[in-house]
């Protein structure tokens, strides 16, 4: 018989399909999926009805103003028939907080998948979030910072296991070998000027107006350069108004929402660099599939944990953060590096998407820690 895994999700995201198709088609662990019917944010969730292991969907129950939720259902899932439970790590969510107390009490095991402690987080909110992680018998993280930042914190290392995070890798990689090089965007710009590229929501925190102006900087220095930007503008941003009062707009292309993956890649695949002067999440991991590198602010501690994935020299770079002249000159060195040596670029960001950030390796990390049984007989922290 198969190991048996009960994962209790908040939601399913349609951007974690892969990895979770991925959990679901092993045929050496059974993983049964009791998933959230919503968020409290705009998110795109996939298609339950994909998962063989797809059991209930769960209510989401929020308590508004208090940042708190309760999923109706999850707590009774205890009593079935499972040694091994992984769940979506949030201390927000309360029915977590009866289910890790019950799982104490009969002595199953409990994995948190989770960002993990902030540092910037307040006194009170780390004692809750750590007197959380304390109960969970492994915490699944997202990347090396937050682990280390608990380590700080008193959390044995053995306890924190990093798994990174993925997008569709697999589908990306067969997209990858199969682009050939075009003019899809020198044409579009009528030039053959390196080209600085940003995909992703178009809001405040992403910080698309301090782009636009070191992008005028750049040009008004003699710096040859075309701006592509792809994504959907939030309601309230500014930032398409500068676009449109820049003195080089012609040579600025808003794209637009765009979800078609093998259109996606060829822009991508075909510009010369990412920049997010804002706070970058997978972005980075979608740039770095196609081999494009990645260039955003160095305030770590605020940062989304794919940033770890940026490697200083290799596969993109850090400004300083809010810091004009230094993402300014960062942004035209990179443009010029990224020209002269792009198939060394390409293959240092190839192998760290093929490293950690894919659906394969997350599940393998997993998968090792069910069938290692000794390693989950240890006391708790």
Same mark, same amino acid.
């Given at each position: 018989?198969? @190991?048996?895994? +009960? +994962? &209790?999700?908040? !939601?399913?995201?349609?951007?974690?399909?892969?990895?979770?198709?991925?959990?679901? /088609?092993?045929? %050496?662990?059974?993983?049964?999926?009791?998933? *959230?019917?919503?968020? %409290?944010?705009?998110?795109?969730?996939? %298609?339950?009805?994909?998962?063989? =292991?797809?059991?209930?969907?769960?209510?989401?129950?929020?308590?508004?103003?208090?940042?708190?939720?309760?999923?109706? =259902?999850?707590?009774?899932?205890?009593?079935?028939?499972?040694?091994?439970?992984?769940?979506?790590?949030?201390?927000?969510?309360?029915? /977590?907080?009866?289910?890790?107390?019950?799982?104490?009490?009969?002595?199953?095991?409990?994995?948190?998948?989770?960002? *993990?402690?902030?540092?910037?987080?307040?006194?009170?909110?780390?004692?809750?979030?750590?007197?959380?992680?304390?109960? +969970?018998?492994?915490?699944?993280?997202? *990347?090396?910072?937050?682990?280390?930042?608990?380590?700080?914190?008193?959390?044995?290392?053995?306890?924190?296991?990093?798994? #990174?995070?993925?997008?569709?890798?697999?589908?990306?990689?067969?997209?990858?070998?199969?682009?050939?090089?075009?003019?899809?965007?020198?044409?579009?710009?009528? /030039?053959?000027?390196?080209?600085?590229? #940003? !995909? =992703?929501?178009?809001?405040?925190?992403?910080?698309? %107006?301090?782009?636009?102006?070191?992008?005028?900087?750049?040009?008004?220095?003699?710096?040859?350069?075309?701006?592509?930007?792809? =994504?959907?503008?939030?309601?309230?941003?500014?930032?398409?108004?500068?676009?449109?009062?820049?003195?080089?707009?012609?040579? &600025?292309?808003? #794209? *637009?929402?765009?979800?078609?993956?093998?259109?996606?890649?060829?822009?991508?695949?075909?510009?010369?660099?990412?920049?997010?002067?804002?706070?970058?999440?997978?972005?980075?991991?979608?740039?770095?599939?196609?081999?494009?590198?990645?260039?955003?602010? $160095?305030?770590? @501690?605020?940062? /989304?944990?794919?940033?770890?994935?940026?490697?200083?020299?290799?596969?993109?770079?850090?400004?300083?953060?809010?810091?004009?002249?230094?993402?300014? $000159?960062?942004?035209?060195?990179?443009?010029?590096?990224?020209?002269?040596?792009?198939?060394?670029?390409?293959?240092?960001?190839?192998?760290?998407?093929?490293?950690?950030?894919?659906?394969?390796?997350?599940?393998?990390?997993?998968?090792?820690?069910?069938?290692?049984?000794?390693?989950?007989?240890?006391?708790? !922290?």
């Amino acid at each position: 018989m198969p @190991e048996k895994l +009960c +994962c &209790i999700f908040n !939601v399913a995201p349609h951007y974690r399909e892969a990895v979770y198709l991925k959990m679901d /088609n092993d045929p %050496d662990i059974q993983c049964d999926f009791y998933l *959230g019917d919503r968020t %409290d944010q705009p998110l795109e969730l996939m %298609d339950y009805q994909k998962l063989k =292991g797809y059991r209930k969907t769960l209510s989401n129950h929020f308590f508004q103003n208090r940042g708190m939720m309760w999923q109706k =259902g999850a707590v009774s899932l205890i009593f079935r028939n499972y040694k091994y439970y992984l769940i979506t790590g949030s201390p927000a969510c309360l029915s /977590n907080w009866a289910l890790l107390f019950l799982a104490k009490i009969s002595g199953k095991k409990v994995f948190a998948w989770t960002h *993990g402690l902030k540092s910037y987080s307040s006194q009170k909110d780390k004692w809750f979030q750590q007197s959380f992680y304390r109960l +969970c018998d492994k915490i699944l993280l997202y *990347g090396e910072f937050s682990r280390d930042k608990m380590i700080t914190m008193g959390f044995k290392p053995e306890k924190l296991i990093p798994i #990174y995070n993925s997008l569709d890798y697999d589908k990306q990689k067969a997209i990858r070998e199969s682009i050939t090089k075009t003019d899809v965007v020198s044409s579009h710009f009528k /030039n053959d000027y390196p080209t600085i590229i #940003y !995909v =992703g929501r178009i809001q405040q925190a992403k910080k698309i %107006d301090l782009l636009i102006k070191v992008y005028n900087n750049l040009r008004e220095k003699g710096v040859l350069c075309n701006l592509l930007i792809v =994504g959907k503008s939030i309601p309230g941003d500014q930032s398409l108004t500068e676009i449109r009062n820049s003195p080089f707009v012609q040579d &600025i292309w808003e #794209y *637009g929402e765009c979800y078609d993956e093998t259109k996606l890649a060829a822009l991508i695949y075909h510009s010369t660099l990412m920049v997010c002067p804002g706070f970058i999440g997978l972005s980075a991991i979608h740039a770095l599939t196609y081999g494009l590198p990645v260039l955003t602010n $160095d305030r770590f @501690e605020y940062q /989304n944990p794919e940033f770890e994935a940026i490697i200083p020299g290799l596969t993109g770079d850090f400004f300083q953060y809010d810091n004009m002249d230094d993402l300014s $000159d960062k942004t035209a060195a990179w443009l010029v590096k990224s020209g002269e040596n792009r198939n060394e670029i390409r293959r240092n960001a190839y192998r760290v998407i093929e490293d950690r950030y894919n659906a394969t390796s997350q599940w393998k990390i997993i998968k090792k820690l069910l069938q290692n049984k000794n390693d989950l007989e240890f006391k708790q !922290v």
